[in-house]
């Protein structure tokens, strides 16, 4: 940990989670990827497609009007999740997306679940152009219950989310797999805990002071690259309320650094100063008597130049 690392907090104890949710979601999304698309190839008026399953190729022959292999318009699904029953429906379930020309769309939602207070899935996955396919999903999220969220695994400043409350969203557009995708999300209620070791630095102990005092915040994600390459950029508020109390610590700090160093110099000099005046203290004895002196001598002159306005004679 370091002042100029202050601004990357974020990442550090967010990043991780982050970024397990989004391999989690490109994992799911790649193994569909098999059910969205087939494989085919033009030759004139003719289409050959290999099959989900079995051997061989299909041969498709151009057709007047033609018709997709199967369609299913809607179907009505319930899908059980540890938190509960979400329920939704999925339309245009077909292959042939380029013959009914409407893509595949889905909607989920949930209420009332486990730690949980609803939440709410969408999107489409859209094949009606092969050639530029195109994909896109959102999920809301209301009233999730965090608990037992490991922030950082560092031995040196460890750092757990024990409770709190979120709402978040994601969304993602993937588009011949160019990826654009936002996760924002605002915590309360939360409560971190850090338990530091005894020999842990001083700024260390002050950034596990003031996460201890957060009641919330807010933090986002911004996606971007393909599918096998993206970048993350992460922002949350949690910099500028580190820094805020970093920047205090360290105020604090300068500013008691500047009394003992005040004290220790006027400490030492006003020995000095002591000891230069006990040493010259054996000259105030000389001092006085050159001053009555010079006093005298003062006295004298005066009366003599009054002694020669009266018309006083010398004896020469």
């Known amino acids: 940990l370091s002042p100029q690392g202050l601004t990357h907090i974020s990442r550090m104890l967010l990043g991780e989670e982050i970024g397990h949710w989004i391999e989690t979601s490109i994992y799911w999304y790649e193994r569909l990827q098999p059910a969205l698309a087939r494989a085919s190839a033009q030759h004139k008026e003719v289409s050959v497609t290999k099959p989900l399953r ?21 179907a009505q699904i319930s899908v059980e999740i540890p938190a509960g029953a979400l329920t939704g429906q999925i ?16 909607s989920f939602s949930g209420e009332k679940l486990k730690d949980l207070q609803s939440v709410k899935l969408t999107g489409e996955l859209n094949r009606v ?4 396919p195109k994909d896109q999903a959102r999920l809301q999220v209301v009233g999730y219950r965090v608990q037992d969220l490991i922030l950082s ?10 409770k709190g409350l979120t709402d978040f969203e994601a969304s993602a557009l993937i588009s011949h ?23 842990a630095k001083p700024l260390a ?6 996460l201890s005092d957060i009641k919330g915040f807010n933090f986002k994600a911004e996606i971007s690259g393909t599918v096998k390459d993206y970048d993350v950029h992460l922002t949350s508020d949690l910099d500028r309320v580190l820094g805020e109390a970093i920047g205090k610590q360290v105020k604090a700090q300068a500013e008691r650094f500047e009394a003992r160093l005040k004290s220790s110099v006027s400490e030492k000099v006003g020995k000095e100063m002591a000891d230069l005046k006990t ?3 054996g000259l105030d004895g000389l001092v006085d008597e050159l001053t009555v002196r010079l006093k005298l001598g003062d006295g004298l002159l005066k009366e003599l130049i009054e002694t020669g ?8």
């Not at 018709?67 to 318009?73: A, E, K, N, S, T």
């Not at 339309?91 to 889905?106: A, C, E, R």
């Open 54 to 74: 079995g051997k061989g190729m299909d041969v498709h022959f151009k057709e007047r009007n033609p018709v997709p292999d199967f369609l299913i318009r809607t």
């Open 91 to 106: 339309k245009n379930v077909t292959p042939d997306q380029d013959v009914i020309g409407l893509p595949l769309s889905f």
């Open 129 to 132: 152009d092969p050639a530029r």
């Open 153 to 162: 695994k560092s031995q040196d400043f460890p750092i757990a989310l024990n």
């Open 177 to 199: 797999e160019a990826l654009d995708a936002t996760i924002s999300a605002g915590l309360k209620s939360v409560e971190i805990t850090s338990r530091l070791p005894e020999d």
């Open 205 to 210: 102990k002050a950034i596990a002071s003031t």
């Open 279 to 281: 040493k010259l203290g």
């Open 309 to 316: 306005k009266g018309g006083l004679k010398l004896p020469f």
